[in-house]
């Protein structure tokens, strides 16, 4: 199956939806996301990251644990570290989060205003788009075993040329075995590929 990445008509729709914007991590395993979709205010994406929030979070709490969706305003479980209230300091003032998909690939979005609590009709189409893209973004298909060899060789840290004296082929045959990689695990870079393909236990 081919990914279609194509998620304007989603992202713009979204956007309508949550003005202050989204965090879609789709097929989290790990706590690795297979893909992100982020419209958050880059202020809030920052402070999150570095306060390391995400495993303090409980928005996070909650949809790791239950399936559907709740607004931000009946999550019951303790937040010590005044997240939600930091939140609304950056804009995100209310919102509400979707979950679904297993455990072991569980898709988490997040929408949020500034101005008013979602509608239950909102909240419908909210869930439905990120269902949707649940449903349309799959782990890829495995690798080849010449592919997996170079990753996994790449990731050990050999630089190029030595990982192709390793596998007793040319730079140029190993380059093509990276870019095949790439295009089969939709990655931008080399890293990327790594990552999404150690977080997919392809390599």
Known sequence: MVWDLSFEHECAELKQLAPVGYDIAL??????????????????VAHYRAQVYGLR???????LSEVG???????????????LGQARAHGLAYGATVSTGPLDARTIGSVARSDREFSEEELVRVEFLITD??????????????????LRLIAKGYRYAEAADALQ???????????AARQHLYAR??????????SCDLI
Do not use: C
């Open 27 to 44: 097929h989290t395993k790990d706590t690795t996301p297979l893909h992100r979709l982020l419209d958050y205010p880059d202020s809030w």
């Open 57 to 63: 979070d409980p928005v996070v709490a909650w949809a």
């Open 69 to 83: 969706f709740l607004r931000w305003s009946a999550i019951t479980l303790p937040d010590p570290f005044d997240i």
């Open 133 to 150: 893209l649940h449903r349309r973004v799959r782990p890829p298909r495995p690798l080849s075993t010449a592919q997996v060899e170079a």
């Open 169 to 179: 082929i040319s730079q140029s045959a190993l380059k093509a075995r990276i870019t």
């Open 189 to 198: 870079t080399t890293a990327e590929a790594i990552q999404r393909a150690a």
